[in-house]
């Protein structure tokens, strides 16, 4: 089998990935996928080469012949993005939640892994409660959230008047204040995303072989140690599966954003998905909109694919 | 050796350890109690202060108000429209997506052929494209065909979105399968097809359940698509419901409480049903083959 020089991964990678024990079956695979690759061309490649057409135009919703391409005008939209100041804004706001919200998650999500191998009572029940964010739709996650933030009615703010730690005049406006409307949209994605990132660090913990840690021991490895050079090396194709999952729904925080401040107020919490709602669906320009979505899709898809490398070069050997 | 002559300390340990993981997991879980209780909750007690923490009173006003059983309330959401659309486009979209991905993700497991990375990794990039980016041409493209405000049109994109983590799910159970249980059945006569059909999908069934499973609940929860596509009644689904909700002049907590916990139901059946196939479907992508 010649790997595909071709494959985005690199040859190596590829080479790695294609494994001896698959059969040869001519066109047989190539007609079980087709159905599938045809419905995502259809419903995801022609739309987003259609916006891409549709970036290098001036078009917008209410002004229908707008819609017309012309070699002069055709970055316009680029241009228009890389000198408006709220696109720098919202693409830094977006950055920043990101490396925020993945790092910590991450780091959290493997913690708790560690403290759940740990458990000797109540395992199933615990595990149960760890799945309880996955119920929750992504819009509900906002909307739970900015009903514990609201500064008036809210969990939170209740909570800290009946401990007294502040003053029932001295309300703190969560959603409001920079930095803490960031701040509050990173705690409810976090929140969101910790269930599956454990459950797969958790999975990848418990079936480390236990010959090496009961080796380490006897060497009179610490706690840490034992952590530092043998699980987390050792858990690095999980994490990346975990990162990889987390890449693919990232922009789900979209829906969080939207409900709990929607950008707001004065743009404090601007990301980019959510000033593409702005320019395209209420603004209408969709010319503009669509510009910013490819900028949003080059992000994503960078991103997985980055995880994604990592995932292909860390996998385990059997 | 080392570890067992500690015996005392050790025992004290695991208890800590328990403790801290109950709190934690507790603390992680209560907002999702917090939500279910003041759905049942009497009004006066959630927006008082110094706050009710613990209800004194369980009431269904809320549902009441909500099903139009209270003559009192003149204007309400409407959640029959929400269910009816929600279950439409997510239980189709599931049906075809799960057909779809199972045939790509058994191609994927169990074949040799050219492309086989580009082709996977194409299909997985295909999912990391952000609802509002895909929402505003489809949006556009389906103004022409007449397909917005439309259910169906609606269960149609879901099908696209859905199909890419099933075929991983799928790729992943399916190499659990020994590939020499395919090859004694291609010397028993069976074709390629009837060798997936007869052998190797029966025994994926747990696999299938938690993938299907897995894509009702992204089409259920999905926003981004269906604010755009779906500018009323007609194909509104409950999370854009949801947000309506939270757009009114005055915030109704409890009305939304009451509906995130119908929104939550199917969610709550299936993470029961499937938590130990969940985690063999999300980490068999950790070996290699």
Redesign the interface.
Same mark, same amino acid.
């Given at each position: 089998m010649v790997a595909n020089s071709n494959s985005p991964l690199g040859k190596g990678a590829a080479a790695r990935l294609v494994e001896v024990s698959r059969i040869e079956a001519g066109f047989f695979p190539f007609a079980l996928i087709l159905p599938a690759v045809i419905l995502i061309l259809l419903v995801v490649g022609f739309p987003l080469l259609y916006s891409l057409y549709v970036s290098f135009t001036p078009y917008e919703l209410l002004k229908p012949n707008s819609l017309n391409f012309t070699v002069a005008r055709a970055l316009r939209n680029y241009q228009k993005l890389l000198n408006d100041d709220i696109f720098w804004r919202s693409l830094l706001n977006t950055i920043v939640f990101l490396a925020v919200t993945v790092n910590l998650s991450y780091v959290l999500s493997m913690a708790l892994s560690q403290l759940l191998a740990r458990v000797t009572v109540g395992q199933s029940v615990l595990r149960t409660l760890l799945m309880v964010p996955m119920m929750f739709a992504p819009i509900l996650v906002g909307m739970q959230f900015r009903w514990f933030f609201n500064a008036n009615v809210g969990l939170v703010n209740n909570f800290l008047i009946s401990v007294g730690l502040i003053q029932e005049q001295g309300q703190i406006a969560w959603l409001v204040d920079v930095p803490l409307g960031m701040i509050t949209i990173i705690i409810a994605s976090i929140w969101m995303n910790i269930p599956v990132m454990t459950i797969i660090l958790l999975a990848g913990t418990l079936s480390l072989p236990t010959e090496t840690f009961e080796a380490a021991e006897v060497d009179g490895a610490s706690g840490w140690q034992k952590f530092r050079f043998i699980t987390f090396p050792l858990l690095a194709p999980f994490s990346y599966i975990a990162l990889t999952i987390m890449s693919l729904d990232i922009a789900r925080a979209f829906d969080i954003v939207r409900i709990m401040t929607d950008g707001g107020p004065a743009r404090r919490t601007e990301m980019l998905w959510t000033y593409i709602t702005r320019l395209a669906i209420e603004d209408t320009k969709f010319g503009l909109g669509s510009a910013m979505s490819w900028i949003t899709v080059f992000l994503s898809v960078l991103f997985t694919l980055y995880f994604f490398r990592q995932l292909v070069k860390a996998r385990i050997v059997r | 050796?080392?570890?067992r002559s500690v015996g005392p300390n050790r025992r004290r340990n695991?208890m800590i350890?328990?403790m &801290? !993981?109950?709190v &934690?997991?507790?603390m992680? =879980?209560l907002?999702?109690f917090?939500?279910i209780i003041t759905a049942f909750r009497p009004n006066i007690e959630?927006?008082t202060?110094?706050?009710v923490w613990i209800p004194r009173r369980l009431t269904l006003e809320a549902y009441a108000n909500m099903f139009g059983l209270n003559p009192d309330v003149q204007q309400r959401v409407a959640v029959e429209a929400y269910l009816r659309n929600s279950l439409l486009a997510s239980g189709l979209s599931t049906v075809i997506a799960v057909s779809? @991905?199972t045939?790509?993700g058994? !191609?994927?497991a169990? +074949?040799?052929?050219? +492309?086989?990375?580009?082709?996977f990794?194409g299909?997985?990039?295909?999912?990391?494209?952000? @609802?509002?980016?895909?929402s505003?041409?489809?949006f556009?493209?389906f103004n022409r065909v007449g397909l917005t405000n439309n259910v169906l049109g609606l269960a149609?994109?879901y099908? =696209?979105?859905n199909?890419?983590?099933t =075929?991983w799910l799928m790729d992943g159970f399916f190499r659990q399968i020994p590939?020499e249980l395919?090859?004694s059945a291609y010397i028993d006569g069976c074709g390629?097809?009837s060798a997936f059909w007869r052998i190797e999908l029966p025994l994926s069934l747990p696999g299938l359940a938690t993938a299907a499973i897995f894509a009702f609940l992204a089409a259920?929860?999905e926003? *981004?698509i269906v604010s &755009?596509l779906a500018r009323n009644n007609a194909a509104k689904t409950?999370?854009p419901g949801?947000?309506a909700f939270?757009e009114q002049f005055t915030v109704d907590?409890r009305g939304?409480a009451a509906m995130?916990v119908i929104?939550?139901v199917p !969610? &709550?059946i299936f993470?029961?049903l499937v *938590?130990r196939n969940?985690?063999?479907g999300?980490?068999f @992508? =950790?070996?290699? @083959?």
């Amino acid at each position: 089998m010649v790997a595909n020089s071709n494959s985005p991964l690199g040859k190596g990678a590829a080479a790695r990935l294609v494994e001896v024990s698959r059969i040869e079956a001519g066109f047989f695979p190539f007609a079980l996928i087709l159905p599938a690759v045809i419905l995502i061309l259809l419903v995801v490649g022609f739309p987003l080469l259609y916006s891409l057409y549709v970036s290098f135009t001036p078009y917008e919703l209410l002004k229908p012949n707008s819609l017309n391409f012309t070699v002069a005008r055709a970055l316009r939209n680029y241009q228009k993005l890389l000198n408006d100041d709220i696109f720098w804004r919202s693409l830094l706001n977006t950055i920043v939640f990101l490396a925020v919200t993945v790092n910590l998650s991450y780091v959290l999500s493997m913690a708790l892994s560690q403290l759940l191998a740990r458990v000797t009572v109540g395992q199933s029940v615990l595990r149960t409660l760890l799945m309880v964010p996955m119920m929750f739709a992504p819009i509900l996650v906002g909307m739970q959230f900015r009903w514990f933030f609201n500064a008036n009615v809210g969990l939170v703010n209740n909570f800290l008047i009946s401990v007294g730690l502040i003053q029932e005049q001295g309300q703190i406006a969560w959603l409001v204040d920079v930095p803490l409307g960031m701040i509050t949209i990173i705690i409810a994605s976090i929140w969101m995303n910790i269930p599956v990132m454990t459950i797969i660090l958790l999975a990848g913990t418990l079936s480390l072989p236990t010959e090496t840690f009961e080796a380490a021991e006897v060497d009179g490895a610490s706690g840490w140690q034992k952590f530092r050079f043998i699980t987390f090396p050792l858990l690095a194709p999980f994490s990346y599966i975990a990162l990889t999952i987390m890449s693919l729904d990232i922009a789900r925080a979209f829906d969080i954003v939207r409900i709990m401040t929607d950008g707001g107020p004065a743009r404090r919490t601007e990301m980019l998905w959510t000033y593409i709602t702005r320019l395209a669906i209420e603004d209408t320009k969709f010319g503009l909109g669509s510009a910013m979505s490819w900028i949003t899709v080059f992000l994503s898809v960078l991103f997985t694919l980055y995880f994604f490398r990592q995932l292909v070069k860390a996998r385990i050997v059997r | 050796m080392i570890t067992r002559s500690v015996g005392p300390n050790r025992r004290r340990n695991d208890m800590i350890w328990n403790m &801290v !993981a109950w709190v &934690v997991l507790l603390m992680l =879980a209560l907002p999702a109690f917090w939500i279910i209780i003041t759905a049942f909750r009497p009004n006066i007690e959630i927006n008082t202060f110094p706050p009710v923490w613990i209800p004194r009173r369980l009431t269904l006003e809320a549902y009441a108000n909500m099903f139009g059983l209270n003559p009192d309330v003149q204007q309400r959401v409407a959640v029959e429209a929400y269910l009816r659309n929600s279950l439409l486009a997510s239980g189709l979209s599931t049906v075809i997506a799960v057909s779809l @991905g199972t045939l790509a993700g058994y !191609a994927f497991a169990r +074949f040799r052929f050219r +492309f086989h990375t580009t082709l996977f990794l194409g299909i997985m990039l295909s999912r990391a494209v952000p @609802g509002v980016a895909l929402s505003l041409p489809l949006f556009l493209l389906f103004n022409r065909v007449g397909l917005t405000n439309n259910v169906l049109g609606l269960a149609f994109v879901y099908v =696209a979105v859905n199909i890419p983590f099933t =075929a991983w799910l799928m790729d992943g159970f399916f190499r659990q399968i020994p590939t020499e249980l395919t090859e004694s059945a291609y010397i028993d006569g069976c074709g390629h097809w009837s060798a997936f059909w007869r052998i190797e999908l029966p025994l994926s069934l747990p696999g299938l359940a938690t993938a299907a499973i897995f894509a009702f609940l992204a089409a259920w929860n999905e926003f *981004q698509i269906v604010s &755009v596509l779906a500018r009323n009644n007609a194909a509104k689904t409950f999370p854009p419901g949801l947000f309506a909700f939270t757009e009114q002049f005055t915030v109704d907590w409890r009305g939304m409480a009451a509906m995130s916990v119908i929104m939550m139901v199917p !969610a &709550v059946i299936f993470v029961i049903l499937v *938590q130990r196939n969940l985690v063999s479907g999300l980490t068999f @992508g =950790a070996v290699k @083959g």
